[in-house]
């Protein structure tokens, strides 16, 4: 990679350091409370090695192919650096096996269905995997997720599945919809898991998967455990 490219992507994630700072400051969080999950999807092995270097421990991909296109080719990955790789896209049914393979915590799990072929698969591995239960708080069409309503009552089911480990909650907000309907969508979230919390369905307190380039600050503020960003991270570089 050409230096320049180097020192911007640097002073990108100083930058997003320090506004995940600031807003645990707002919210007097501790900062270590919160995981950056770099959402490298849109770009190469390159700049996603890159980013390792400067010490990002979590990155995030939302499709099976494009990861096993690319971590072969990144060296932090293959020398077992300690790096937290999580699956942040919709994931269907057929492909949980492979995704089991490379990732360690799943984000996106929106069915009893796949979290059952999760469970199933994850123990004829003999792994444990970490998963968020994925919820549409907003309600559009367009989204993946659970229905927040059914959410208690599938838990009850969930919680029980073998080899599951079950973090919190994700979800994510309507895209450039204003501040109080973003703010208001993650209040839910973290509402919901706090009732599944207490009463024993999810660990106490639970974590919450919420939060990218655009509204990841109000995450925070909300209460949010991983804000997974992208494109703030690579802005003007050329992936
Ligand atoms: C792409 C993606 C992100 C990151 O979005 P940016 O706006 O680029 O920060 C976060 N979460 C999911 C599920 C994504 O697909």
Do not use: Y
């Amino acid at each position: 990679m050409d230096a320049p490219n180097k020192s911007r992507l640097a002073a990108n994630l100083a930058r997003v350091r320090a506004r995940i700072d600031a807003a645990c400051a707002r919210a007097k969080r501790d900062p270590r409370d919160v995981t950056l999950v770099a959402v490298t999807k849109s770009v190469g092995p390159e700049l996603t090695e890159q980013l390792l270097e400067l010490g990002v421990t979590d990155i995030g991909e939302n499709r099976l192919q494009a990861a096993q296109d690319k971590f072969p080719l990144i060296p932090a990955l293959q020398l077992r650096k300690k790096v937290t790789r999580h699956f942040i896209g919709h994931l269907q049914t057929n492909k949980v096996r492979p995704v089991l393979e490379m990732f360690d915590v799943i984000h996106s799990v929106d069915t009893v269905k796949l979290a059952e072929e999760i469970s199933k698969r994850s123990v004829q591995a003999q792994k444990e995997i970490s998963c968020f239960l994925e919820l549409n708080v907003s309600g559009e069409d367009s989204k993946e997720g659970m229905p927040p309503q059914e959410a208690n009552a599938a838990l009850e089911h969930l919680a029980k599945l073998p080899h599951i480990r079950w973090l919190g909650l994700m979800t994510m907000a309507p895209l450039g919809a204003k501040v109080e309907l973003v703010r208001r969508v993650f209040r839910d979230l973290r509402e919901c898991a706090g009732q599944a919390s207490s009463t024993g369905l999810l660990p106490r307190p639970a974590s919450l998967s919420m939060g990218m380039s655009n509204d990841f600050e109000i995450a925070i503020e909300e209460g949010a455990t991983h804000v997974r960003v992208g494109t703030a991270l690579f802005e003007g570089l050329h992936p």
